[in-house]
């Protein structure tokens, strides 16, 4: 988990109240984050990965003040429109498409400032952006700029241009070899012919994301009074949601935010957008899962705790919260506000013996023999897309859709699990081969039994990839799983169109199909961008289980 350094001083005056030493210790581990020291002027904070908002002195200020009362409720930003424009190329497609953009001015920066803002951009980029390729952030002098500011894809040895902290000029394919961002980040552009680049009107280059801002046109200093910011990525929504962090962060040190006009070819978007997100919340709900009896007025008072509004049975949401999905968000935060010291003990009136899942069990002696053959164990999301479960995979499997999926990245239940290797495998392609890997993960059927008409069960994947992976190595590891928990299996030819034809089979125990084995087709490896061979099998282990 990220972990942050706050001025502490600066901290109290966002916060406007001092707390006692004690006190703010206290209060700071029960906002739900970790309170590692404090030391002279300097509170270290372990923020949880889901709360990025808070990644900054003003965003960890803003919770806090709400959760201890002083400045409670939902925060409004006004947002004036500059009329500046962003123009997006459509050169960009399949490269990286979207960007979200804003000005901000009357800023006054000192070197603690500089240095608060450099460490919120980095943390976005670990955490929310996934280490830059979910999200890249640009922040900029804007008096430097002249718009409108293009957004394009170029060929990197036609572009030159002095990256930030470099003596001289490189072209954007030289950057990647030359420059030590550049190295730690070129895996991100590798297989590209063409590199995005953002470029004011006068032809000046202001950065190449997701790796590096020009020195001339992309380092702010002390003397900077006003700001470009941009996020560029493949999800606008993510794009916005981050962009709106980062400009709440500056309001908050009293920072004017200005909107800008995106200019794609077939839409126009204007952001920031601060209009807080609706949600209805059910009372009932609230209270059956904390266990208490929650009025409306209550409840009112324990969500403008957490920063929230709260309007006929609908909270307001602030746009800069990527955190909140579902209710049961809204409920943890209740929890929180209330306070979990203030939860009272009950022991329930029936006498148990606890005792570990037999199949949990089974799970983990599974793991222990495929980490003792060299594997290395992942764990991966439950949900994706159907772009990467079916289309690339070459394959049409029924899914279940998410009813309001946030965003376009998530929006159906899995089904099997060897996509979501490929997808780690395609992430990893800049660390060294051979790459052995394995992931036992939940998988989801519909079933019109169900009260929820899903079915649950749970799956094994395996997959290794190198120059020379193939039907034998992967085989040889089925082999020894099957081995060590001492079942027979036979394997007979048949047809996926996810494996090359005539190296693919159906591994069979017990007279039940239970596994595919075999050879990733050569159209799925480019469809993922891989250039290593990959062999793999999946394995049901609720039906093994079942036969064990």
């Not at 901290?11 to 703010?24: A, H």
Request: proline share 4%; with cysteine.
């Amino acid at each position: 988990m990220p972990t942050i350094t706050l001025n502490k001083t600066v901290f109290e005056k966002l916060v406007g109240k001092k707390l006692t030493l004690d006190k703010l210790k206290d209060r700071i581990s029960m906002l739900g984050t970790d309170l590692e020291k404090i030391e002279g002027d300097k509170i270290h904070v372990e923020v949880f990965p889901n709360r990025p908002d808070m990644l900054s002195e003003s965003g960890f200020a803003r919770a806090f003040s709400a959760f201890i009362g002083v400045k409670t409720g939902l925060r409004n930003y006004k947002i004036k429109k500059s009329g500046e424009k962003v123009i997006i190329d459509k050169s960009l497609k399949n490269i990286r498409p979207y960007t979200a953009c804003a000005i901000v001015k009357k800023l006054k920066f000192d070197d603690e400032r500089i240095k608060e803002m450099i460490q919120l951009q980095e943390k976005l980029h670990v955490t929310y952006g996934r280490n830059r390729k979910k999200v890249a952030i640009g922040i900029y002098p804007y008096d430097k700029i002249r718009a409108p500011i293009k957004f394009y894809a170029k060929d990197p040895e036609k572009v030159k241009f002095r990256p930030l902290d470099y003596p001289s000029e490189l072209t954007g394919l030289q950057i990647l070899s030359k420059h030590p961002t550049g190295r730690d980040y070129a895996h991100l552009l590798k297989g590209y012919k063409k590199f995005p680049f953002f470029e004011d009107s006068e032809g000046n280059i202001l950065s190449m994301p997701p790796i590096i801002n020009s020195h001339t046109t992309g380092k702010v200093t002390e003397k900077t009074t006003e700001v470009f910011i941009e996020c560029s990525g493949f999800d606008f929504n993510t794009l916005s949601k981050c962009l709106n962090i980062i400009v709440t962060f500056f309001a908050d040190l009293g920072g004017e935010v200005y909107s800008m006009d995106l200019i794609y070819q077939n839409k126009k978007y204007t952001t920031p957008d601060l209009r807080p997100d609706k949600m209805k919340l059910d009372l009932n709900y609230v209270n059956k899962l904390l266990g208490l009896n929650l009025k409306k007025t209550m409840i009112k008072k324990l969500l403008e705790r957490m920063g929230y509004s709260y309007e006929e049975d609908y909270v307001l949401v602030p746009a800069y919260r990527t955190d909140v999905l579902h209710q049961i968000d809204l409920v943890e935060d209740i929890a929180i506000a209330y306070g979990y010291e203030n939860f009272e003990e009950e022991i329930p009136n029936v006498a148990t013996i606890g005792e570990e899942d037999s199949f949990e069990i089974f799970k983990r002696k599974i793991a222990y023999i495929l980490v003792g053959l060299g594997l290395i164990e992942t764990m991966t999301y439950h949900i994706t897309n159907k772009e990467k479960h079916n289309k690339k995979m070459m394959i049409d499997l029924k899914c279940i859709q998410l009813e309001n999926a946030l965003t376009k990245d998530y929006n159906i239940l899995r089904s099997w699990v060897i996509p979501s290797l490929m997808e780690v495998l395609t992430n990893n392609k800049h660390n060294d081969y051979p790459q052995k890997i394995f992931d036992i993960g939940v998988c989801f059927k519909e079933n019109p039994i169900k009260e929820t008409k899903t079915e649950e069960f749970t799956r094994l994947a395996v997959a290794t990839t190198h120059s020379t992976a193939d039907y034998t190595e992967i085989k040889q590891y089925l082999d020894a799983l099957m081995r060590a928990i001492d079942l027979e299996y036979e394997v007979y030819d048949t047809d996926h169109p996810s494996f090359i034809p005539g190296r693919v089979g159906r591994v069979n125990v017990k007279g039940k199909d239970v596994a595919y084995i075999g050879e990733i087709n050569p159209v799925v490896l480019q469809n993922w961008q891989l250039e290593m061979p990959v062999a793999c099998f999946e394995l049901n282990l609720t039906e093994l289980f079942r036969l064990f």
